[in-house]
């Protein structure tokens, strides 16, 4: 259940992630946080710049360039009775700890029967429309979508994100918290003061709407609320779901929706097939096919392996606004 302070400041996506951070490690002594460039250099966005200095090299750890052994020290750390946040520079580099995440954190609850768990959180910035090419673009959420036991987080807001780095830091399982590189500094807005908590596993209508229902998560959450906005002067209706969080989905919220509007559209920038799309595009089919009346519409990257450096290449993988607002409208007047 959410703390909420009657006082808010105003702050950009990434100051909302230092904040926290911040905040975890001097009410938490438990609290640790490991990874490449996290220390001396206080992080490639300098989130936990002056971190070393305040809490020391015991609790804000520099490691050499080793995902799988960030990550397996920071499960011994949780079993341990600490409270690691483990930082994956970028998602693009996940790769080599996805045993640990995927055949260790992820199965340790159920392995020891409940004996032990695995309060870790694996923080790692995601997504493209920064000209990272090939090695810093990559949306990771489906390759580990389809893991019981790991929950996925991937908030839009300042706000969302500290309520939910706040649950994650708290949570006693695994959380991977995806954090859009774009939306550091793009988005800001109000955030609560003190010690505040949103659940996981709760998405927000951002946007009511009676005629469509868009879901999506991240980035294209605030240009998928500029379309609808912009849509709202032709007299189109959308309502626009924000997901924040990926597993476990809301899905009493995306039902409620779809059966008020009758239509859905799903957009994320991670490629299409196999996507987080699919699986919300399933779940509507099996519980409320009859409720609806127009096929389901994804909006999503392309199947291609990696996104180009050509701003071309990037501009033809990222859906813009103005596609959005198309797609909406033509899933209305089906």
Do not use: W
Request: proline share 6%.
């Amino acid at each position: 259940m959410a703390v909420v302070s009657a006082a808010t400041r105003e702050m950009n996506n990434v100051e909302a992630v230092r904040e926290t951070l911040h905040d975890a490690l001097a009410n938490d002594p438990r609290t640790v946080i490991l990874g490449e460039d996290v220390g001396a250099r206080g992080n490639v966005f300098l989130i936990t710049k002056g971190f070393l200095e305040e809490f020391g090299p015991e609790r804000i750890i520099d490691t050499p360039l080793a995902e799988a052994s960030i990550v397996g020290v920071a499960i011994g750390m949780a079993m341990e009775g600490m409270r690691p946040i483990a930082e994956i520079q970028f998602a693009d580099f996940i790769y080599p700890a996805f045993n640990q995440i995927v055949g260790e954190a992820a199965k340790t609850r159920y392995r020891s029967n409940g004996d032990y768990t695995c309060p870790l959180v694996i923080r790692t910035p995601y997504g493209g429309g920064v000209r990272g090419a090939l090695s810093h673009s990559v949306s990771v959420e489906a390759l580990f979508y389809h893991v019981p036991g790991l929950k996925i987080v991937a908030p839009s807001t300042p706000a969302d994100i500290k309520g939910l780095l706040t649950a994650a830091i708290e949570d006693p399982d695994p959380v991977l918290f995806l954090e859009h590189k774009k939306t550091y500094r793009l988005v800001k807005g109000p955030v609560p003061e003190g010690h505040f908590v949103l659940p996981i596993g709760r998405a927000d209508v951002k946007k009511e709407g009676s005629q469509l229902t868009v879901v999506s998560y991240g980035l294209y959450v605030h240009q998928a609320l500029d379309a609808a906005r912009q849509l709202e002067g032709e007299g189109v209706s959308v309502e626009v779901i924000d997901l924040r969080s990926i597993r476990p989905m809301d899905r009493e919220t995306i039902l409620e929706s779809v059966r008020k509007t009758r239509k859905l559209l799903i957009i994320h920038e991670d490629n299409k097939f196999g996507g987080v799309g699919a699986e919300i595009a399933a779940m509507v089919a099996e519980e409320a096919l009859f409720d609806l009346d127009a096929p389901i519409r994804r909006l999503a990257g392309p199947d291609v392996p990696a996104m180009g450096y050509a701003i071309t290449l990037e501009e033809e993988f990222m859906i813009s606004t103005p596609r959005m607002r198309e797609a909406m409208r033509e899933l209305v007047q089906f």
